[in-house]
T-cell receptor, first 111, second 114 residues
Framework: EDQVTQSPEALRLQEGESSSLNCSYT??????LFWYRQDPGKGPEFLFT?????EEKEKERLKATLTKKESFLHITAPKPEDSATYLC????????????WGAGTKLIIKP | NAGVTQTPKFQVLKTGQSMTLQCAQD?????MSWYRQDPGMGLRLIHY???????DQGEVPNGYNVSRSTTEDFPLRLLSAAPSQTSVYFC?????????????FGDGTRLSIL
């Protein structure tokens, strides 16, 4: 059964304190791994798509990396505006249309 | 630039009532979908559509109906509301469903069933 587990559930950091969020996945052949950001009261907003182990993508203070079993979202010198819930999702080879989503990591950056 | 628009933003229903959650997109996307988001759980797919006139069931379709008469609109109907359907509902669209095109989400409908 395809599964996505995100950890930690919540993470509190001081402004400027770098850290990483984890997304572990089990899927029968990976077609794509996705990271989204969700602000309170809003829908998820797309950040990155990763396709194969070793791939990395960056956007401002965020960098996503991918291995055969997990993905990390690295946050470098975060600012309070980076506070949000970060969601991970995967698409497996057996699924044309359905994404399997993790429950998310709630990130709080204190000034 | 509206993107995906969901209405209403909030709704309270009594058990047994029916209602329709509206979703419209102005990006000419082929693929549209409905998710529910519950605390401590990932988004779960309810129904999806790969184009006008074509719909299919997702992971948790029971108690919900959909139709897609136009490219732009994808309403979700609750047939007889139950407390277990209390959730936040998100509509999403993308250019192609079976590709890795990013999904664009609306801001959700927060639904409470008493």
């Amino acid at each position: 059964e395809d599964q996505v587990t995100q950890s930690p559930e919540a993470l509190r950091l001081q402004e400027g304190e770098s850290s990483s969020l984890n997304c572990s996945y089990t899927v029968s052949g990976l077609r794509g791994l996705f990271w989204y950001r969700q602000d309170p009261g809003k829908g998820p907003e797309f950040l990155f798509t990763l396709y194969s182990a070793g791939e990395e993508k960056e956007k401002e203070r965020l960098k996503a990396t991918l291995t055969k079993k997990e993905s990390f979202l690295h946050i470098t010198a975060p600012k309070p505006e980076d506070s949000a819930t970060y969601l991970c999702a995967v698409r497996g080879m057996d699924s044309n249309y359905q994404l399997i989503w993790g429950a998310g990591t709630k990130l709080i950056i204190k000034p | 630039n509206a993107g995906v628009t969901q209405t209403p933003k909030f709704q309270v229903l009594k058990t047994g009532q029916s209602m329709t959650l509206q979703c419209a997109q102005d990006m000419n996307h082929e693929y549209m979908s409905w998710y529910r988001q519950d605390p401590g759980m990932g988004l779960r797919l309810i129904h999806y559509s790969v184009g006008a006139g074509i719909t299919d069931q997702g992971e948790v379709p029971n108690g919900y109906n959909v139709s897609r008469s136009t490219t732009e609109d994808f309403p979700l109907r609750l047939l007889s509301a139950a407390p277990s359907q209390t959730s936040v509902y998100f509509c999403a669209s993308s250019r192609q469903g079976a590709s890795n095109q990013p999904q664009h989400f609306g801001d959700g409908t927060r639904l409470s069933i008493l």
